[in-house]
């Protein structure tokens, strides 16, 4: 073995599955994360807002710290003390009756798909084998086979077929499309209230609650996918809330596990949830005693409102500073709550080299597509880093 430092390593001995910032990430506190030769850099991607709370939020440390000492993993085939009252917690925080939890975001999604393709089986009576799941250009539901073969992105799912059947795939934003795609073997509509991996793209005003009103229509599903813009992000518990929206469906995940632990999970009714039965559906660590202490804790920090509140008032104020750049630079700008895309415009540095640049001047954010810089800081951020964050992000867009 040659190589010894860890970038050598890992891209030695790694799939080369990821293209990272060249940072060698060491240690990480609040919105702060510090590289191995000591430089530090305000964390604006929170982990894809896995880090919702800051890096190593105290209270989430202690949790898992006191279950790491107690119990770690017995797996579903016995009851643990920590599992209910997890469960009890985020079952309240969505007004749902029931949570089946999961550790990855794309379990949670997969879980929603077999909930409703059985429940439009067994309750809305689609023939055998016929459901369908109106899915939207342009989304991210996670990486399985099944999901990726909904993807419209060409990297996301070329050479990965052949691909589960039964999706349509409708364009974001019309609400006439939506109207067109649903037929009677309809059995949900999957949908992010934002699109987050397609660069936080809000939908028009009320388009949420016109899906709202197109499933009741049709007895069918709506399933809201809140694994990146759930748990305070947008200034809400849920993205769904901003159009007072109530999903069927909740999936969560990222940021319920506090940044500490994968915990995902589906929220819904017993209508819903009831179509699973000992058996039809599990997962070895889905719900295991870390998992639910620090969902638990998580859920509890939740349920005061304040990083709801912290993530609208940071929001305006990120809005107000990213409203300061250079116009001729960039395309546009969407912000909602504590999370935003800025487009940059054509002829200008790509949305990676902005990244690349901004990470040497302290700031770790990342690119999606290749015009679109997305901006999620940990909720914990204080407003002057705000600005200091906005004005490194100005310096790099300037090159
Ligand atoms: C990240 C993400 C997923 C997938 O989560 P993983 O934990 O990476 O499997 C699913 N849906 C949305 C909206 C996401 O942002």
Redesign the pocket.
């Known amino acids: 073995m040659e190589a010894t430092d860890p970038t050598a390593l890992e891209d030695r001995y790694g799939a080369h599955n990821y293209h990272p910032l060249p940072v060698v990430l060491a240690e990480g506190e609040g919105a702060w994360v510090t590289d191995t030769d000591g430089n530090r850099y305000l964390d604006w991607l929170a982990a894809?807002?896995?880090v919702n709370f800051g890096h190593r939020h105290p209270r989430l440390i202690a949790a898992a710290k006191a279950q790491l000492d107690r119990l770690t993993l017995a797996s579903r085939a016995f009851r643990t003390d920590a599992l209910g009252p997890f469960l009890a917690g985020l079952a309240e925080l969505c007004g749902k009756d029931a949570v089946l939890p999961m550790?990855?975001?794309?379990?949670?999604?997969e879980t929603a798909i077999k909930a409703a393709r059985k429940w439009g089986y067994t309750k809305k009576g689609v023939p055998a084998d016929r459901a369908r799941i109106v899915v939207f250009d342009g989304?991210?539901?996670?990486?399985t086979t099944t999901?990726v073969g909904f993807s419209s992105d060409p990297g996301s799912r070329e050479g990965f077929g052949p691909f589960t059947p039964g999706f349509d795939s409708i364009p974001y934003g019309d609400i006439d499309a939506l109207h067109a795609a649903i037929g009677s073997d309809t059995a949900a509509v999957l949908i992010?209230p934002v699109?987050?991996?397609a660069g936080v793209i809000v939908p028009p005003a009320g388009y949420l609650r016109a899906v709202r009103a197109a499933c009741d229509q049709s007895n069918v599903l709506m399933i809201a996918?809140?694994?990146?813009?759930g748990l305070a992000r947008t200034g809400h518990t849920f993205a769904c809330d901003r159009e007072d929206v109530v999903p069927d469906v909740y999936?969560l995940?990222?940021a319920l596990g506090g940044g500490v632990v994968?915990v995902?999970a589906v929220a819904a009714d017993r209508e819903v949830m009831d179509v699973f039965t000992p058996g039809t559906h599990g997962s070895t660590f889905g719900g295991n005693p870390v998992a639910a202490a620090v969902g638990a804790e998580v859920v509890a920090m939740l349920a005061t409102g304040e990083w709801q509140a912290r993530a609208r008032d940071l929001g305006k104020h990120l809005e107000d500073a990213l409203a300061t750049l250079d116009p001729s630079a960039v395309d546009a700008v969407r912000v909602c709550g504590l999370w935003a895309g800025v487009d940059l415009a054509d002829g200008g540095p790509s949305a990676r080299e902005v990244c690349e640049r901004a990470a040497r001047l302290g700031l770790l954010c990342k690119e999606t597509h290749e015009k679109t810089v997305r901006i999620a800081p940990p909720l914990v951020i204080e407003p002057e880093e705000i600005d200091r964050g906005v004005a490194i992000l100005k310096r790099a867009i300037e090159g």
């Open positions: 894809y807002s896995a550790n990855t975001g794309a379990e949670a999604v989304n991210f539901h996670g990486r999901i992010e699109q987050g991996e996918d809140e694994i990146q813009s999936l995940g990222k994968p995902s």
